[in-house]
């Protein structure tokens, strides 16, 4: 099955990796750690992702590399994978994540080796946040979990949002989250599962959520229909 490739993201959502250095060397970190990404010639409209891999739209902003995910990747939910990146490359990494459907936003920043700040909330799982390392600059005036803003079609990402922003991703604006018109695209082949499952910060959120339930929240079941024969 081939998958339609466009990079323009849905201004109530986002999946935001980046970096203070260059792209290339961005992506022979986290290609090191995990697997190489290949390259989609200019121009692909559609791709086969277990051939090419699925496609992460990448570029640079100023000093900063960036990826922005919005095929099944979720590279910036990885936060060990995060962290040993800003080890290896020894700068800032930053991953940014806000999922309108589940009202759940992500924060997760180092530098070199050294943890910065890691913030998680959903307040449909969880009736509180997941928070270690001191408040950022932009909290000051607009805190991570407050409602969101101008861009932000549903509460939760302005405080994400801003964040980013202060960290100098100046392509992150206030009408759409990713307006990126000089970037490129890049195939990733990695088994996704196996890095979330093996992952110590993903273990860590989930004991939070065990220990900090919503009891309102119920997981959707699946549901089987049968024909009649």
Request: some cysteine; overall charge negative; aromatic content about 8%.
């Amino acid at each position: 099955m081939s998958t339609p490739v466009s990079h323009s993201v849905p201004p109530s959502e986002f999946q935001l990796l980046l970096a203070e250095c260059q792209l290339e060397e961005l992506l022979s970190a986290i290609g090191e750690l995990t697997t190489p990404f290949v390259p989609i010639p200019p121009g692909t409209e559609r791709i086969n992702p277990p051939h090419s891999g699925y496609p992460i739209w990448c570029g640079q902003d100023d000093r900063i590399a960036y990826l922005s995910e919005v095929f099944n990747t979720c590279l910036t939910t990885c936060w060990g994978l995060l962290a040993s990146t800003a080890a290896m490359l020894g700068t800032l990494v930053v991953g940014a994540e806000y999922n309108p459907v589940e009202d759940q936003g992500e924060l997760f920043v180092a530098r070199g080796g050294e943890l910065i700040r890691a913030f998680w909330r959903n307040p449909r799982v969880a009736i509180s946040e997941f928070s270690i390392g001191n408040p950022l600059l932009s909290e000051g005036s607009t805190p991570l979990a407050s409602p969101g803003g101008a861009g932000i079609a549903s509460p939760g990402g302005a405080g994400i949002v801003a964040a980013v922003r202060g960290f100098g991703f100046s392509l992150l604006d206030a009408d759409e989250t990713a307006d990126i018109e000089n970037g490129r695209w890049v195939g990733w082949k990695g088994e996704l599962e196996a890095f979330l499952n093996t992952d110590e910060w993903r273990q860590r959120i989930h004991l939070h959520v065990d220990q900090h339930p919503n009891p309102t929240f119920r997981p959707p079941v699946p549901v089987v229909r049968l024909r009649p024969a």
